[in-house]
């Protein structure tokens, strides 16, 4: 995999894409298969050439990119406070979660599972991201640090959409992931700010 800048600003892209999901689920309780779709599936390629690769596309990060965007421009009207949290938390969590052999490789085994829901079923099918759920219940849940999602109690009391919830925050620990691999850390988002903007730009 290409460990360059705008592999970098890619996957946190899709850091930002999921959190950005979250929120609008979170406060509006729906989203878009074809904003979905990106996160869900990148859990599923484990063994890409490159990150472009993992969501099908760089055109399939729009939303990601647009609200990183708001962040690196620093434009207040576009900068939203849930959002950067969910990010920053998720970019914090899969940090801890490295170190976690045994749990990395609960993860792992039981997302090659899901593989058959998703072709019997779809990659968007309730039954997958009830799996993806659980399982993010099951391993991530359990770090004392935990991401609180703000929004509307009615939605997010509906158990459709708190397994929806846990699956996008599972596919952004994954581009967190990538993040890292690629060579990216949370000092960078300080210190090479415009560097991260101009590789943004060119995405």
Same mark, same amino acid.
């Given at each position: 995999?290409?460990?360059?800048?705008?592999?970098?600003?890619?996957?946190?892209?899709?850091?930002?894409?999921?959190?950005?999901?979250?929120?609008?689920?979170?406060?509006?309780?729906?989203?878009?298969?074809?904003?979905?779709?990106?996160?869900?599936?990148?859990? *599923?390629?484990?063994?890409?050439?490159?990150?472009?690769?993992?969501?099908?596309?760089?055109?399939?990060?729009?939303?990601?990119?647009?609200?990183?965007?708001?962040?690196?421009?620093?434009?207040?009207?576009?900068?939203?406070?849930?959002?950067?949290?969910?990010?920053?938390?998720?970019?914090?969590?899969?940090?801890?979660?490295?170190?976690?052999?045994?749990?990395?490789?609960?993860?792992?085994?039981?997302?090659?599972?899901?593989?058959?829901?998703?072709?019997?079923?779809?990659?968007?099918?309730?039954?997958?991201?009830?799996?993806?759920?659980?399982?993010?219940?099951?391993?991530?849940?359990?770090?004392?640090?935990?991401?609180?999602?703000?929004?509307?109690?009615?939605?997010?009391?509906?158990?459709?959409?708190?397994?929806?919830?846990?699956?996008?925050?599972?596919?952004?620990?994954?581009?967190?992931?990538?993040?890292?691999?690629?060579?990216?850390?949370?000092?960078?988002?300080? *210190?090479?700010?415009?560097?991260?903007?101009?590789?943004?730009?060119?995405?």
């Amino acid at each position: 995999m290409q460990h360059s800048t705008r592999e970098q600003i890619a996957a946190l892209a899709g850091v930002f894409q999921a959190a950005g999901l979250v929120d609008r689920l979170a406060k509006t309780g729906q989203v878009s298969e074809t904003a979905l779709e990106p996160s869900i599936q990148s859990l *599923f390629i484990t063994s890409p050439e490159t990150v472009s690769e993992v969501y099908g596309g760089y055109d399939k990060l729009t939303e990601g990119r647009q609200l990183l965007k708001g962040v690196l421009a620093r434009d207040t009207k576009a900068i939203q406070g849930d959002i950067i949290r969910y990010s920053l938390a998720l970019i914090h969590l899969e940090k801890k979660l490295k170190s976690k052999s045994e749990m990395l490789s609960t993860i792992a085994q039981q997302i090659e599972k899901t593989t058959t829901q998703v072709a019997h079923f779809g990659l968007l099918h309730e039954n997958v991201l009830s799996s993806l759920g659980g399982l993010y219940l099951q391993t991530i849940s359990t770090f004392k640090t935990r991401i609180q999602v703000t929004g509307e109690q009615t939605y997010l009391q509906i158990p459709a959409n708190a397994n929806k919830i846990r699956a996008i925050l599972l596919a952004g620990i994954r581009s967190a992931m990538l993040w890292r691999q690629t060579g990216g850390s949370r000092w960078q988002l300080f *210190f090479t700010r415009k560097k991260l903007l101009d590789a943004l730009n060119q995405l």
